[in-house]
């Protein structure tokens, strides 16, 4: 007998108890571990997300315009500052942020954020070779100019607020105006003759909107005070613009010799920042050609098939007349915008986030001097104003029968439905109804050009290639038309940047191997001596046919259509590269 407290009797464990003591402790230990993985993505998300918002936070900040287009209105009342403090200021920001975002371990993040920290990481770096190595704000004048207009236009062309709390926002820009004209004046050094003539070309109808459309555009304010505060701004802001066109035309015009051309180092920079594209600039060419050479052959045979005893050209003056009255354009419009829905649904060829038609109306008075047709989407943020409009600019009242003629002949029934299909179904709006669902925060607000408008212009093609029109030719026609301006811009772009064509050479290819007018041509030729990279029409349609052959294959009998461009839209608008990456699960080349 033991006396005592209580004696613990000790046992040696069984093999089957310690196995089964093995495996709850496996699992203890299992869950921890999951629990701690789970954790640490988490973090790192909450980490990067942080960092994503500081970027843009600091974006804003020199650019406060786009954020008023993207839908943060806490920014409506601030203009650009363009002075060397600020591009120096911006600058800095910029490299920390690099820095912060290259730092940034990827391995911890999901693979739709290293994407996004891809594409943060080459929209700064391209900020900076703009700002250090284009330095297009030393060189182009429109730039000043034209960026007013435009920051009155954000505040002017969506009903996000009353229009007198929009009008004291326009009020606060304005008052900011004339000092950024007066700092473009002390910027600007030794610009392209082409880029002087450009500003001088457009000074006239910018002055015109301030003095016409920013007025109209503000009819319902009744309130005295403010609208003499705004007449005020409003006026100063005219005489400034005045001032300014003749600094331009008087003192810069006679000082206007340097190179428009960015060189090839930039252009590949550009290139590879912008769009994820990094292929040599020799190889891109060859592409460009080839495809022009392909779309060049396709246009004279299906010319043939029209009318083998007429030239390709004289088939499409005669297009040219085949418009609706002007009377019935909205509503030509709108009955076709109807019938791509209706095609699109029942063909399966990408799903309609809403069925709803965007608004079809004409062309806002503020904005008829900028634009024939135009897609109005509200920013990706925007919480107010949400509705979409699909805009068309009708003649005006007073013009004679030759203009009203003139300008219609731009709404030829090729040409409506080549722009619906590129603005609104299933193009711009389209992938417009997509980005709204995207979660990322990087992919509401960066775009490459490559993936939207290499969007629209495959959709082009595309709806053709699925039937929609019955094989009309002359549609057809119409879009190869359309295809051999977009190579010609390809080849130029290329070519004029890197010293191998000039502008007048330039201007003859738009016409010889564009098949364009000699109006078009030039026109053509002066964007692309400002805008180097508007290959990307051309570049991202065959990076977008790429794609769906390499998906086609990987998917084999399930593959469809359908399928392909709802993943291919669910991405938002990255450069394809990294639709690529989401698709096919790796980094193969995009062409």
């Given at each position: 007998?033991?006396?005592?407290?209580?004696?613990?009797?000790?046992?040696?464990?069984?093999?089957?108890?310690?196995?089964?003591?093995?495996?709850?402790?496996?699992?203890?230990?299992?869950?921890?571990?999951?629990?701690?993985?789970y954790a640490a993505p988490k973090a790192a998300q909450a980490d990067f997300d942080k960092?994503?918002?500081?970027?843009?936070?600091?974006?804003?900040?020199?650019?406060?315009?786009?954020?008023?287009?993207?839908?943060?209105?806490?920014?409506?009342?601030?203009?650009?500052?363009?002075?060397?403090?600020?591009?120096?200021?911006?600058?800095?920001?910029?490299?920390?942020?690099?820095?912060?975002?290259?730092?940034?371990?990827?391995?911890?993040?999901?693979?739709?954020?290293v994407g996004d920290r891809e594409m943060v990481i080459h929209k700064i770096r391209s900020?900076?070779?703009?700002?250090?190595?284009?330095?297009?704000?030393?060189?182009?004048?429109?730039?000043?100019?034209?960026?007013?207009?435009?920051?009155?236009?954000?505040?002017?062309?969506?009903?996000?607020?009353?229009?007198?709390?929009?009008?004291?926002?326009?009020?606060?820009?304005?008052?900011?105006?004339?000092?950024?004209?007066?700092?473009?004046?002390?910027?600007?050094?030794?610009?392209?003759?082409?880029?002087?003539?450009?500003?001088?070309?457009?000074?006239?109808?910018?002055?015109?909107?301030?003095?016409?459309?920013?007025?109209?555009?503000?009819?319902?304010?009744?309130?005295?005070?403010?609208?003499?505060?705004?007449?005020?701004?409003?006026?100063?802001?005219?005489?400034?613009?005045?001032?300014?066109?003749?600094?331009?035309?008087?003192?810069?015009?006679?000082?206007?010799?340097?190179?428009?051309?960015?060189?090839?180092?930039?252009?590949?920079?550009?290139?590879?920042?912008?769009?994820?594209?990094?292929?040599?600039?020799?190889?891109?060419?060859?592409?460009?050609?080839?495809?022009?050479?392909?779309?060049?052959?396709?246009?004279?045979?299906?010319?043939?098939?029209?009318?083998?005893?007429?030239?390709?050209?004289?088939?499409?003056?005669?297009?040219?007349?085949?418009?609706?009255?002007?009377?019935?354009?909205?509503?030509?419009?709108?009955?076709?915008?109807?019938?791509?829905?209706?095609?699109?649904?029942?063909?399966?060829?990408?799903?309609?986030?809403?069925?709803?038609?965007?608004?079809?109306?004409?062309?806002?008075?503020?904005?008829?001097?900028?634009?024939?047709?135009?897609?109005?989407?509200?920013?990706?943020?925007?919480?107010?104003?949400?509705?979409?409009?699909?805009?068309?600019?009708?003649?005006?009242?007073?013009?004679?029968?030759?203009?009203?003629?003139?300008?219609?002949?731009?709404?030829?029934?090729?040409?409506?439905?080549?722009?619906?299909?590129?603005?609104?179904?299933?193009?711009?709006?389209?992938?417009?109804?997509?980005?709204?669902?995207?979660?990322?925060?990087?992919?509401?607000?960066?775009?490459?050009?490559?993936?939207?408008?290499?969007?629209?212009?495959?959709?082009?093609?595309?709806?053709?290639?699925?039937?929609?029109?019955?094989?009309?030719?002359?549609?057809?026609?119409?879009?190869?038309?359309?295809?051999?301006?977009?190579?010609?811009?390809?080849?130029?772009?290329?070519?004029?940047?890197?010293?191998?064509?000039?502008?007048?050479?330039?201007?003859?290819?738009?016409?010889?191997?564009?098949?364009?007018?000699?109006?078009?041509?030039?026109?053509?030729?002066?964007?692309?001596?400002?805008?180097?990279?508007?290959?990307?029409?051309?570049?991202?349609?065959?990076?977008?046919?790429?794609?769906?052959?390499?998906?086609?294959?990987?998917?084999?009998?399930?593959?469809?259509?359908?399928?392909?461009?709802?993943?291919?839209?669910?991405?938002?608008?990255?450069?394809?590269?990294?639709?690529?990456?989401?698709?096919?699960?790796?980094?193969?080349?995009?062409?």
């Open positions: 007998m033991h006396r005592g407290g209580a004696q613990t009797c000790k046992r040696r464990a069984t093999p089957r108890s310690s196995a089964r003591l093995n495996r709850v402790m496996r699992a203890l230990l299992l869950i921890i571990f999951a629990g701690v993985l960092l994503v918002d500081r970027y843009f936070d600091e974006y804003y900040r020199y650019h406060p315009s786009q954020a008023t287009a993207d839908g943060f209105h806490q920014y409506d009342a601030q203009l650009e500052d363009d002075s060397l403090a600020a591009i120096a200021a911006e600058t800095r920001s910029l490299e920390q942020l690099l820095a912060q975002f290259e730092r940034f371990p990827a391995d911890d993040l999901p693979p739709e954020s900020r900076l070779l703009d700002i250090e190595k284009i330095r297009l704000w030393e060189k182009n004048p429109d730039k000043y100019s034209s960026d007013l207009a435009s920051s009155a236009f954000s505040i002017m062309s969506r009903t996000f607020a009353p229009p007198e709390d929009r009008l004291k926002s326009l009020i606060a820009r304005e008052k900011q105006m004339p000092n950024a004209l007066a700092q473009a004046r002390r910027n600007l050094r030794n610009p392209p003759r082409v880029y002087t003539d450009v500003a001088l070309e457009q000074l006239p109808g910018i002055i015109g909107f301030f003095k016409n459309d920013v007025p109209a555009a503000f009819h319902a304010v009744k309130d005295p005070q403010l609208l003499a505060e705004f007449h005020a701004s409003n006026q100063a802001v005219i005489e400034a613009l005045d001032q300014y066109q003749t600094f331009v035309k008087g003192t810069l015009l006679p000082h206007s010799h340097g190179d428009f051309r960015i060189g090839a180092e930039n252009y590949s920079n550009k290139l590879a920042y912008d769009e994820m594209v990094d292929m040599p600039l020799d190889k891109l060419l060859e592409i460009g050609y080839q495809n022009l050479r392909q779309n060049q052959q396709a246009f004279r045979e299906t010319a043939a098939k029209i009318d083998p005893q007429r030239t390709p050209q004289q088939i499409l003056e005669e297009l040219d007349h085949d418009h609706p009255p002007a009377s019935a354009l909205l509503q030509t419009f709108r009955g076709v915008l109807t019938g791509l829905r209706d095609f699109i649904v029942s063909h399966r060829i990408v799903t309609l986030p809403s069925m709803s038609l965007p608004v079809v109306e004409d062309t806002p008075p503020f904005a008829r001097a900028l634009t024939t047709a135009s897609m109005d989407s509200p920013g990706p943020f925007e919480q107010v104003a949400k509705q979409a409009f699909f805009n068309v600019t009708l003649p005006e009242p007073d013009w004679t029968p030759e203009h009203v003629e003139e300008h219609m002949e731009a709404f030829n029934r090729g040409t409506v439905i080549s722009t619906a299909v590129h603005e609104v179904y299933p193009g711009h709006y389209t992938q417009f109804l997509w980005v709204q669902k995207v979660p990322s925060k990087v992919r509401k607000l960066i775009d490459a050009n490559t993936n939207s408008e290499g969007w629209a212009h495959y959709t082009e093609q595309m709806m053709l290639d699925e039937g929609y029109g019955n094989g009309d030719l002359k549609l057809r026609l119409g879009q190869l038309q359309d295809a051999l301006l977009r190579d010609a811009r390809y080849v130029v772009g290329i070519e004029m940047h890197t010293g191998r064509m000039s502008f007048d050479q330039a201007v003859d290819f738009f016409v010889k191997e564009g098949y364009q007018t000699r109006a078009v041509a030039e026109e053509e030729t002066m964007r692309g001596a400002s805008d180097p990279t508007y290959l990307y029409y051309t570049l991202g349609k065959l990076e977008i046919l790429k794609l769906r052959e390499d998906y086609r294959k990987l998917r084999g009998s399930q593959f469809s259509l359908l399928d392909f461009h709802d993943k291919f839209l669910a991405q938002g608008t990255p450069p394809i590269k990294i639709v690529r990456r989401a698709l096919l699960g790796n980094d193969s080349p995009v062409l």
